[in-house]
């Protein structure tokens, strides 16, 4: 029989072989504790070298050659020579990546061997044995000295952790979902308890449940916490902001299919009320944009209505005291408002996003049904965030939607920690890392090439820094350069209410938008269903610059002056549109600000005919966008 023994002292004796160690956790100056905070620690510290005793004596057997072998090949990476930069490219060759051919070869090479230990220690790995344990163990090898520093604050700070050290599932609830940013724990689970104190649904309702500890453990400090405000208070303020858009069937369709772990990405560095104004005017503007495919659903609203526009001052309009959000939309600016945009169309519908910024560039990423995608920038191997890089997270998105294999890459993980191994680099993927913590890799890279889940490809690359379209393969918009086109646009079906002009008891006229000469979209003009379907609008967009009409014929008991008014939705300032009566007379209608609201223009006294009358409708250059429901003829008595 081959030579057997106990991983714990492979684990070392090839570590020290290989000579792999890295810091877990970015440096940071730890906070100080107090006598009290330090009696805290030690108890934490007993509770888990007790953990660990238990762990190892649970741990399976396993052959030395093959464990040797894996993590020799493994050492392999991080010994490849970094790649050269001889053209000073700002995006720099990545050595790290599938797409160097020597990682490319080294990857295989060492997820070959790690499959050979897969097959010995996949039994436990994907056990239900000591699985609270192990979760316990990585909580308090990461998080002990900053629960401790938490609770030493008073009372009410400890009743937190000691709630949390309690509660056996909870615990695992938390580390399955990715534990708490900076190890905040105590500080995550206040949140977490306000949540579910203002909200019964996230007592009562798992998924709620899991969207509120999720959204606690992703912002422990709160998120864009207002003057005056508590952390608790601001998160709680985000969570039923968007439980009521939930309940109130405002969101995505999908949004109640996400996992707890993507629900973590759903609340955006962002004000609330931007995010509100966000999906309220999207659904009255451009209701078009929530029916695109998934790539491009809401964050589209970037294309379509923020410019590529340098040294812009802010704020663009001071009188308005707009939301910084609002300003963006009256002269756009350069990646970093186009990415913030996009970014927080996404929130706005509950469709979990985050920043994706890359050297000199900001974009954005965000989740699909199909897995997580990037928009406006570079590659996953381009980008990163909060210390992680793209390729890593992107890796963890598709591995994670098998939730079951999962299992044993958090228990493998939970395994490194009760050795506290150093973790894999977040930021060079798949470098360094113990044993365990290296296999945790390795199994996502198994899963996710076992299920055969390809990554998502990048959109919207080449819209990084200019204002050339960005073209997905099932949305329906292209910019108009100019050249003549065979294109077909999405067709509305129209109602007869859509077409037909109607004469109320005071002899107001309404003319719904869809009852011209000629209601079919073009890259101009675009028909689309409101939001909830009731009737269909017309967009006016900024493609090209040649303008287009549509006619309406209207037909009028007897001669005088009517007031023309319309129903319209803008986003900008100081706009108009023109209306020429029976081709003699043109009237300029001023446009109002409605910051995505429906509003009704000022009156506009005409002078019309009795019978047969023409009305044309059309913009000046630039056409930058305008959604119109309607037009009424109020006549003046």
């Given at each position: 029989m081959k030579k057997r023994t106990n991983i714990k002292v492979l684990n070392w004796v090839i570590a020290a072989l290989i000579g792999l160690c890295q810091i877990s956790m970015a440096a940071k100056t730890p906070e100080p504790l107090t006598p009290q905070g330090e009696t805290l620690l030690a108890s934490y510290t007993s509770t888990l070298d007790a953990l660990k005793k238990e762990i190892v004596a649970a741990l399976p057997k396993m052959h030395e050659k093959k464990s040797a072998a894996y993590?020799?090949?493994?050492?392999?990476?991080?010994?490849?020579?970094?790649?050269?930069?001889?053209?000073?490219?700002?995006?720099?060759?990545?050595?790290?990546?599938?797409?160097?051919?020597?990682?490319?070869?080294?990857?295989?090479n060492a997820l070959l061997a790690a499959r050979a230990v897969f097959k010995e220690v996949g039994p436990f790995l994907g056990g239900k044995e000591m699985h609270a344990k192990l979760a316990k163990c990585a909580l308090l090898t990461a998080g002990a000295r900053e629960?401790?520093?938490?609770?030493?604050?008073?009372?009410?700070?400890?009743?937190?952790?000691?709630?949390?050290?309690?509660?056996?599932?909870?615990?695992?609830?938390?580390?399955?979902?990715?534990?708490?940013?900076?190890?905040?724990?105590?500080?995550?689970?206040?949140?977490?308890?306000a949540i579910q104190k203002a909200s019964k649904n996230a007592v009562e309702k798992d998924f709620y449940r899991l969207w509120a500890l999720a959204s606690s453990l992703e912002h422990p400090d709160g998120n864009h916490v207002p003057e005056g405000k508590t952390a608790p208070e601001a998160i709680v303020a985000f969570y039923l902001n968007y439980e009521k858009a939930s309940l109130n069937n405002e969101l995505d369709p999908a949004f109640l299919t996400l996992t707890g772990w993507d629900c973590r990405f759903l609340f955006p560095f962002r004000p609330i009320e931007s995010v509100t104004?966000?999906?309220?005017?999207?659904?009255?503007?451009?209701?078009?944009?929530?029916?695109?495919?998934?790539?491009?659903?809401?964050?589209?609203?970037?294309?379509?209505?923020?410019?590529y526009t340098s040294n812009v001052s802010r704020p663009v309009r001071p009188d308005l005291n707009l939301l910084r959000m609002q300003d963006y939309f009256l002269e756009g600016g350069i990646c970093g408002p186009r990415a913030f945009a996009g970014r927080a169309a996404t929130h706005a519908f509950g469709i979990p996003s985050r920043p994706a910024p890359q050297t000199g560039h900001a974009a954005i990423s965000h989740w699909t049904p199909d897995g997580w995608v990037t928009v406006f920038g570079a590659h996953w191997t381009f980008n990163h965030f909060r210390g992680q890089c793209g390729l890593d997270f992107e890796l963890e998105s598709r591995a994670r939607s098998k939730s079951e294999e999962y299992t044993q890459?958090?228990?493998?993980?939970?395994?490194?920690?009760?050795?506290?191994?150093?973790?894999?680099?977040?930021?060079?993927?798949?470098?360094?890392?113990?044993?365990?913590?290296?296999?945790?890799?390795?199994?996502?890279?198994?899963?996710?090439?076992?299920?055969?889940?390809?990554?998502?490809?990048?959109?919207?690359?080449?819209?990084?820094?200019?204002?050339?379209?960005?073209?997905?393969?099932?949305?329906?918009?292209?910019?108009?350069?100019?050249t003549p086109?065979?294109?077909?646009?999405?067709?509305v079906e129209l109602t007869e209410a859509d077409t037909t002009i109607t004469t109320d008891q005071n002899g107001v006229i309404t003319i719904p938008v869809a009852a011209c000469s000629k209601p079919e979209?073009?890259?101009?003009?675009?028909?689309?269903?409101?939001?909830?379907?009731?009737?269909?609008?017309?967009?006016?967009n900024l493609a090209g610059n040649r303008p287009e009409l549509r006619s309406y014929t209207v037909t009028l008991p007897e001669a005088g002056t009517y007031n023309f008014t319309a129903t319209v939705v803008t986003v900008t300032v100081d706009k108009s549109f023109m209306i020429r009566a029976n081709r003699r007379n043109m009237h300029e209608i001023e446009v109002p600000f409605t910051l995505g609201e429906w509003m009704e223009t000022k009156a506009v006294p005409m002078e019309l005919k009795e019978g047969r009358n023409k009305l044309q409708l059309t913009l000046r250059y630039p056409n930058k966008g305008l959604s119109i429901k309607s037009f009424t003829l109020t006549p003046v008595k």
């Open positions: 993590f020799a090949a493994h050492g392999e990476i991080a010994k490849l020579p970094k790649l050269p930069n001889p053209q000073g490219l700002k995006m720099a060759p990545v050595t790290y990546c599938a797409g160097n051919p020597a990682y490319a070869e080294a990857q295989t629960m401790a520093a938490f609770a030493q604050l008073g009372e009410e700070e400890k009743s937190y952790v000691d709630l949390l050290l309690s509660d056996d599932k909870l615990i695992v609830d938390v580390m399955e979902l990715g534990g708490a940013y900076q190890n905040k724990y105590g500080q995550a689970i206040r949140n977490y308890k104004w966000m999906r309220r005017m999207i659904r009255n503007y451009r209701p078009d944009h929530m029916k695109l495919d998934y790539q491009w659903r809401y964050c589209r609203i970037t294309k379509s209505d923020v410019p890459v958090h228990r493998a993980n939970w395994l490194g920690d009760a050795f506290d191994e150093p973790i894999v680099a977040r930021m060079q993927f798949g470098v360094g890392g113990g044993f365990w913590k290296s296999l945790a890799h390795y199994k996502k890279l198994a899963i996710v090439e076992d299920a055969e889940l390809k990554e998502l490809a990048s959109v919207g690359a080449e819209f990084a820094e200019s204002n050339v379209a960005a073209v997905s393969p099932n949305s329906d918009w292209k910019e108009d350069d100019g086109k065979e294109k077909e646009f999405p067709k979209s073009t890259e101009k003009i675009r028909f689309m269903k409101s939001y909830d379907n009731q009737f269909v609008q017309l967009h006016y």
